[in-house]
Nanobody, 125 residues
């Protein structure tokens, strides 16, 4: 059974940092594209960052230069280092895994990806 368990969310002031973690189990982590998505109240869910099995990465324009996605295949874990946080980064953040070992894309991950329960990030001004 696939499990994705996020942690590390919390409340910070603008300009602060948080590091999200996702512990994955139930599938071959190292062969899958992994991603972070977020959803704010009354807004569409959006892809934040993804990392392919070769560790190549892609970011949403809104977080480039501030967020860094990484993975540790030995620990079956995904991370998101978030720096220079802004109030508009406030959202529920979800760890997402591609169910098959094919190419990475936000569209594919959003439509077909396995998703965890999420961790809340709140940034105050």
């Amino acid at each position: 059974q696939v499990q994705l368990v996020e942690s590390g969310g919390g409340s910070v002031q603008a300009g602060g940092s948080l590091r999200l973690s996702c512990a994955a189990s139930g599938y071959t982590f190292s062969t899958r594209c992994m991603a972070w998505f977020r959803q704010a109240p009354e807004k569409e869910r959006e892809g934040v960052a993804f990392i392919a099995r070769d560790s190549s990465t892609s970011y949403a324009d809104s977080v480039k230069g501030r967020f860094t996605i990484s993975r540790d295949n030995a620990k079956n874990s995904l991370y998101l280092q978030m720096n220079s946080l802004k109030p508009e980064d406030t959202a529920m953040y979800y760890c997402v895994a591609d169910p098959s070992a094919v190419y990475c894309s936000f569209a594919r991950l959003g439509q077909f990806g396995w998703r965890g329960q999420g961790t809340q990030v709140t940034v105050s001004s």
